[in-house]
């Protein structure tokens, strides 16, 4: 394998993303929304105790409709450190994860669907490289650009959850071996798992927008992870972390697969 050319594919892919602002602002946004806004709203919790009955009484519905091992958990905290610990715990874990995901899917929407509009895709396609090669480059540009943001992120929001909960907690109190096996195990499944399905649709998209907007169902399950956190359904556990990984890398590994058996330069031209 040219190792040499397929880096500087990738350092290519990154310098481009970096100077596109369809691409930063959204991640900006998300960094900012995720990791260093969304924390702080559990300072709102106290204030929604003091005001109307009914939020107190929403807040306490809310921690009783929680499964069994997670109020065991939460046993011995009061009712306000227990919904400070839920939200920035739990609640918030399927918006952390959507960081990556949606960071892969925008590099990887930019890697062949951007360089059509940017009418440098032939240029590459007619790089010394292997289909094997160039499919291999721009998977790792999108999968290590979301882990880098995810490791980011993860830092702030250490930071950010923390210092938002002192109020409450007076410790610090995140993270834990939970969220530590979540980073390691599950963050790169989940952004090789958008860079897969995005490589396989972007190669085959007319434009960036349409591949974006294509590879935009790969959220909808973090999305259902938050809802059914809600209802009680469900709760990230170090066992739930570790079958969720398993499941994620089986189908990472999938798509990657389906992605490299039809990827063949020629047929992007046409598409």
Request: hydrophobic share 60%; net charge positive; aromatic share 12%.
């Amino acid at each position: 394998m040219n190792y040499r050319a397929l880096f500087a594919i990738v350092r290519k892919d990154l310098k481009v993303a970096g100077q596109n602002k369809g691409v930063v602002v959204p991640i900006v946004v998300l960094v900012v929304v995720f990791f260093a806004l969304l924390p702080w709203l559990v300072r709102l919790i106290p204030l929604l105790g003091n005001m109307a009955g009914d939020s107190l009484r929403d807040i306490e519905k809310l921690l009783t409709n929680l499964p069994a091992g997670l109020q065991q958990e939460l046993t011995g905290l009061s009712l306000f450190q227990a919904a400070t610990v839920y939200m920035l715990k739990y609640m918030f874990t399927p918006f952390f994860l959507l960081m990556p995901l949606m960071v892969a899917t925008v590099i990887a929407a930019d890697s062949f669907a951007g360089e059509k509009e940017r009418k440098t895709l032939e240029a590459l396609l007619y790089t010394p490289t292997t289909d094997r090669e160039l499919f291999v480059a721009k998977l790792l540009s999108g999968w290590l650009a979301a882990i880098a943001a995810g490791a980011f992120g993860f830092i702030l929001y250490i930071v950010m959850a923390n210092a938002a909960a002192w109020s409450q907690m007076h410790r610090i109190f995140f993270p834990d071996a939970m969220w530590v096996l979540l980073i390691l195990w599950v963050l790169p499944a989940i952004a090789g798992l958008g860079v897969g399905v995005m490589v396989l649709v972007s190669s085959r998209a007319q434009g960036f927008q349409d591949a974006n907007q294509l590879g935009g169902i790969v959220v909808l399950p973090m999305v259902a992870l938050f809802y059914l956190q809600i209802a009680g359904v469900m709760y990230f556990s170090v066992l739930v972390v570790i079958v969720m990984g398993c499941v994620t890398w089986l189908l990472t590994g999938l798509f990657i697969w389906l992605g490299s058996r039809t990827f063949h330069r020629n047929q992007i031209l046409t598409a």
